[in-house]
């Protein structure tokens, strides 16, 4: 079950802006990769500790630090002191369990999202969080896990001539945002998948497997409709806000991507009226069989209960029963059972249950 | 099942503004048509290639350029390199699971949209993708497949006195945007029968089958709300807008497209509404039907199996059972079994079961 | 059943502009009456032209031109040039399945309504559109049936010293629609009353006969939202638009109607309301009676089938079965029988079933 | 059952202004008390004629006159008459089936609610309607029945040095509106008592009586809701509105009546809500009870229909079935009929159905 | 079950402000505590009565009066008098079925918040109503019973160089605001654990209490609802108000405070999503629990029935029945039994029953 609300309870009472991990540690050591370049030149390394890091800052290059892991606090505050970041920003990064967001400061803007991508065995939907704190040449982002999702990103950067090399800082946030939202369209094709699949198997044989999927499948859209919604309007502040950060002509960028948010969302919501429907076939296939199981008890009780009578009286041990005496009782017993049977049958068959 | 995501995957982790086409091919090769006329002249073409329509581009005259089939990317490309059209324009057209939208450019405006037809054997409900740039004076239509939604246009503009030789590119625009709204009112249409016959079905003789149709309408009627309210949008914009492409006069035929778009909303609205008042009939009929299956069976069960009971009764080998000894005993058995049947067949005429 | 969407494939394809009657031709003859008047001057003909009352656009009189019936087009052609309206709007005029709405010209305002009404024996409800056409000192009135409902109007028009007389155009704008909009509140008040019948049968005897009376009444109640929710919009577009047209004295009659579509908007919504909890309780009903019918069958096997069970004992044929031989044994059975029969009473009568 | 609509088919066709009382005439003789009231002087008595308290009106003293009682056509006439009240207005007093809502004109301002209570035995709920005047110095109220839903308010005006008695004609009006706000949240309070008996009904005892007590309390519920949407505008409106008719300090009162209103939507809501859940739990216990009744058929049948066979295999007379010649026959019988007996037992433990 | 109206009638008819306590006594003496702090100096006690804070109240100090229990009208009364609030505001206080709100007047703000937490054997949810007034450089807080939800806001004023220290009044309300709202978030994990075990119990065994527990939970959820939805238009206010009380810097922590709210708002709605879902599973469970039923009842009924007539023909006693007189008669009744039930079990085998 994706997970809907983080323990919290660690951080209550502490002062607002202290720093606490909340959320699982998902990976060893924390991993800081820098990427500096403009039109001209590219370096990229590891580096052991984010200082290295600091100098980069004030050149007119983008630099791109890339923080995985987000449970050695002291990088992250280190990172905020040196950077002027807010605590309650470094606070809102290292709580996991934040709602997508964004914030502008006068320095820099903020950006949660929330990654969504399946486990392994492509049963559960897990979600990572990934902060960006862009500036006018610097851009910070924080991932949760060593993931590949911006590897598409890096290796656009390598090549000498593509248009990112050429753009600055609001580009690069926009093509990690990019990225993200992209990787939604995943998610939505997997469940696109799922739903035909569940589809057929409403028609052909529902059990009650078949609920717990319905259910299952209604849950994952709860939980990233939930992840959406806020994109919507964060990209939204982004376009529409005056913060000098972001360029006119990154603005048609983010627009687009603002198009694809809104495409999502549509997505979801046709996938939860889909559902919804789902669930009245089930229950209207449970009844159908519900029907069909006391239909046969019908006829056949109904054919049998009356000759069984019939047989029951000619077991009688009164001492007067004419019937017994005849030549052709017997064989008339078989008429009556024959018609019985005959009238029954022709009943059934104009209630169209047979 | 209308087809509610493409799949995106290939263009994933490609740079914004790479021209890949997304949906399948469903046309031979691509086929450019041309008109071009004003109030006097007219001129109308099959183009080999796109570049013998550049020329005219910048001709007082409307320039009507028609591209049928999207797989051919170079075409795409030298027109939007030649018309100067952005290349996340160009994406989105290739993109066939693109959302409706418009957008203002400077020089021009962008307009994608959804035509809707039922396939030959009227069964299933398809989409193709058509996108509109108009500038001053020349408007480029890119169809998925040579369809014959514009062919009333065309013969309009022949006839050498109509309004719309008169009238600008703005006009046109218009007028292709209105053929294909107007081509809704036949789908609608085609699902007003359809849940009339339903209906009819769901009184005289519902079936799980009917089920099925309820549901298979849903999802065209989730579709076809997908790609019709953001139309309503659209002409919003072009209307409110201060592009000064579209002039004043235009403005009150776009205002009447509007409305239409109103009244298909409208119309889906309501039918939504009945489609869920014929889910909750079919429940009932199947309610109702298993009440009756119940009663035969209750009616069959509890006349019999007390007379049955009795006939077991003398069927009893018991030494010393007084009745079997008498004269009428046989005939007291008839009484007792006709007073049983005439005592149940009263109760069931006061509760209406028969 | 309401007719949700009339055949526009006719029109589909010609010109925008291009005057079609969409609809069925309800009336014979088109039938054209006049009435003209001031403070102190009535004058009320029939016309066999509409060019008879042309010359009376320019006085300063209130002229009222009363058209019923739309089938002849060339009477709406002329009275469209003569008036310079736009051929959209007359185009509106003639196409029956038109939403409400209205427009503001420069000469003049177009509203377009819907006037309901059942048809004679009180089982269909039947729509008709009303078009008005008002400028400073002319109003022309489309129907499309000679109906009665603008009957009052007219009487108080021929009264000399009513407040209508010495009013202008945009008052007697306001009666008609006034009237129209005082005529659902007739439509409701049937409805309610249908409601209320709805509900006694609902508790005394529901049938499946009334699940289709509940789905008709809901249908017609999605017909009549989808002809009143625009009226609101149209008369709040009145009062708030600025059009010279409409007189300040005028306005607090037209805010006189705006509530009285309020309050027909909320009627309609409780009734839908009250509607969906008689759907809920039709399917508990039916629930309760299969309950019942189960009871029954459960208590008349649940006593008979043991106690057949005893018979059948005592039937069997082997050498040696004691009790056969007994003095008593026969009396024994019958204990063994009200024991059986006791004891089960008594566990209905705990569970309440009897 | 609430009346959701008033006949107003006698109005109909009335010219607007027209003075007709729509609605019960629900008291006797039209009762006309006089309040005259300023911080040191008080004069309270009753008026034969509404004339006698027309010289009162232009004396800067608070003048309060209540009217009870809405079928004496005239006196309602002449009080418009004096105080210069629109005919518009006085409609709205006379037509009892009035939604709530307020309206602003030059010399005073006009308010209509309805003030609901429960009939003596305490199980209908009734409506009355309550329209207020107020103008600088003067208030005229308007009731259908001699109510005493005031009488608090004219118990604090008699005291000599309350707030009401230094404050004007708007704190006078609030004092009235405050009273009738108050008033529903008695209606609430009986609501949500008889909730609270319902919702033990349900668990303990649900019967197809508790579904009607469901039904009926939802119907108090929408006609409650439709009462009280619109006086949360109202009073919006008197507090937003430029009137100088109110006061700035009485603006904070006005405030609190505000507050007062959206806590009694919130709670509406919430019983909505609750009364919803409270049907789906009487469906589950419907289910269940069947659920129930089927278990203990199926017990019953599924032990002894098999035992029957067996009694009637030896109840056969076929010339050579050598278990009846056995000495132990009879004894092996019953040793059959146990071990059926026993596991069936043991089968319907398991399934956990006894 | 949470209290959704609190009895107001004793307060009704009273004058608005009188000062009467609804709701009931929840501790035993008031208590009033006091601390008094600036970024150097810090005073901590335990007051006997209010008189002794009130000098306080024009010391640059950030004077903190905490009153604990709000019987003793007086205290309350006294209070409001030394601090001019106005007696509407008092009466808020007093009332604890009050709807969170907040207001602005000139000298300070006040704030209605709901604490909300489970009784202690965890199974009821509770409401404690608290109310902050704070003008420059006092904040008066009152709450009904002593609780201990703001020991850590205290426990971090002690600490000499804490950002709450130096900061001012507004600081300390969001820190007080906050408090409350981070105490939701236990709420929430609460329900999140009671909805996890709910759908474990609904796929492995659900019973009727599984519907009680789901409606109770559902019931929660509306009263959360209702407390949590209007902090978020409280901090909007409080933000976005012009009020000079609250200094630029505080308005980020604000913003964080909502931040939290919309999270905890979308929570709320996910978790009434899957409420309605796992309703929806529960009763597709009892279908599936009944379908269930009715098979053992068919298979068994339809194997016995049949086989049981058989043996009923052989128990005849017709004085010419060939079979009996067979030598493998016996034989051959087993013989046609064996066949009966094979076709039966066949026929369920496919049918896929068993």
């Keep these: 079950m994706p997970i809907f609300i983080k323990r919290r309870s660690r951080t209550m009472g502490a002062s607002p802006g202290t720093l606490i991990h909340i959320g699982e540690q998902k ?25 290295a890091a600091f100098p980069l800052k004030d050149l007119p290059t983008v630099t791109w630090i890339n923080i995985d892991g987000l449970h050695e606090i002291d990088v992250i505050e280190k990172t905020g002191q040196y950077f002027n970041i807010h605590p309650l920003v470094l606070e809102d990064i290292l709580n996991t369990g934040q709602r997508p967001k964004s914030e502008e400061f006068e320095d820099f803007i903020f950006v949660v999202l929330k990654m969504l991508y399946y486990n392994e065995n492509g049963e559960e939907l897990n979600s990572e969080q990934i902060s960006l704190i862009f500036g006018r040449n610097f851009l910070i982002s924080f991932q949760e896990i060593q993931g590949d999702v911006f590897k598409n990103v890096r290796e656009r950067i390598r090549k000498p001539n593509t248009r990112i090399r ?28 799922n739903i035909e699949i569940l589809e ?3 028609i052909e044989n529902p059990t009650s497997k078949t609920m717990e999927t319905i259910h299952g499948l209604k849950r994952e859209m709860i939980y990233l409709r939930k992840q959406i919604w806020p994109i919507r309007e ?26 694809h948010t809104i495409q999502i969302i549509d997505t979801i919501e046709s996938f939860r009226d889909i559902l919804g429907g789902m669930l009245d076939m089930y229950l209207s296939a449970v009844s159908n069989k519900m029907n069909e199981v006391m239909k046969v008890l019908t006829i056949i009780a109904t054919i049998f209960i009356p000759i069984t009578f019939v047989a029951g009286i000619y077991g009688m041990n009164f001492k007067f029963i004419p019937e017994l005496e005849w030549r052709w009782g017997y064989l008339m017993f078989w008429g009556i059972i024959a018609l019985v049977v005959g009238v029954m049958t022709t009943y059934f068959k104009k209630k169209k249950w047979i």
């Design 234 to 259: 964060i990209i939204n502040n982004l376009v529409k806000g005056d913060s000098s950060l972001i360029g006119e002509p990154t603005h048609l960028y983010f627009r687009d991507v603002y198009d």
């Design 166 to 193: 050429k753009a600055g800082c609001d580009y690069l946030a926009y093509a990690l945002i990019d990225a993200i939202v992209d990787h939604y369209f995943l998610i939505l094709e997997t469940l696109g998948e």
């Design 200 to 202: 057929e198997e409403l």
């Design 27 to 51: 990976t060893g050591k924390t991993r800081i990769s820098l990427i500096d370049y403009d039109g001209e030149n590219l370096q990229e390394k590891e580096l052991d500790s984010i200082e």
